[in-house]
T-cell receptor, first 115, second 108 residues
């Protein structure tokens, strides 16, 4: 089975800190995604990547950046954490790009609290 | 704009079939229909997806209307472990855009 592993289950960070959320997948998937999930708002796409060193903005990229130096790893960076970035962050990967021909595998999520 | 419409919640009895509806009247010819479910405190889990034809797998069946403007996820025998939020999603340009989903409750 494909596994998507997020480095931390829970994180507490201070306002203004630079925060790194790491995601690793073990099945050579081309595509990787970062979502955040908030009550009443559902899952929203932050950034995605279809290849190494390639990134595309999703629906809510403000305040975030990403890095994909290796195929298996996709990092989400909060340049200067703010309290409105307190959320559940979910990483996902999928095999085939274009038109959603393959299913996504999600990690278990990182619950980030910014104080 | 999630582009899909689902009931907020549904109830089912254990061991009975469940039909979860989804409307997607603005679907384009190349959009795939995906279904995922999310149990409490977990990430979404892939259930099934399709383009035009009905699909079956070990978890569920997906019935797609001929005009593709609606679809139905069918759980053939609901169990307590199927209680979750079920998301019907169109894959737009390869990205999944989640809506609010349907919260399914299963009664023993």
């Amino acid at each position: 089975d494909v596994k998507v592993t997020q480095s931390s289950r829970y994180l507490v960070k201070r306002t203004g800190e630079k925060v790194f959320l790491e995601c690793v997948q073990d099945m050579d998937h081309e595509n990787m995604f970062w979502y955040r999930q908030d009550p009443g708002l559902g899952l929203r796409l932050i950034y995605f990547s279809y290849d190494v060193k390639m990134k595309e903005k999703g629906d809510i990229p403000e305040g975030y950046s990403v890095s994909r130096e290796k195929k298996e790893r996709f990092s989400l960076i909060l340049e200067s954490a703010s309290t409105n970035q307190t959320s559940m962050y979910l990483c996902a990967s999928s095999l085939i790009s274009g038109q959603g021909r393959s299913g996504y595998t999600f990690g278990s999520g990182t619950r980030l609290t910014v104080v | 704009d999630a582009k899909t419409t689902q009931p907020n919640s549904m109830e089912s009895n254990e061991e009975e079939p469940v039909h979860l509806p989804c409307n997607h009247s603005t679907i384009s010819g190349t959009d795939y229909i995906h279904w995922y479910r999310q149990l409490p405190s977990q990430g979404p889990e892939y259930v099934i997806h399709g383009l035009t034809s009905n699909v079956n797998n070990r978890m569920a069946s997906l019935a797609i209307a001929e005009d593709r403007k609606s679809s139905t996820l069918i759980l053939h025998r609901a169990t307590l472990r199927d209680a979750a939020v079920y998301y019907c999603i169109l894959s737009i340009l390869g990205n999944l855009i989640f809506g609010k989903g349907t919260k399914l409750s299963v009664k023993p």
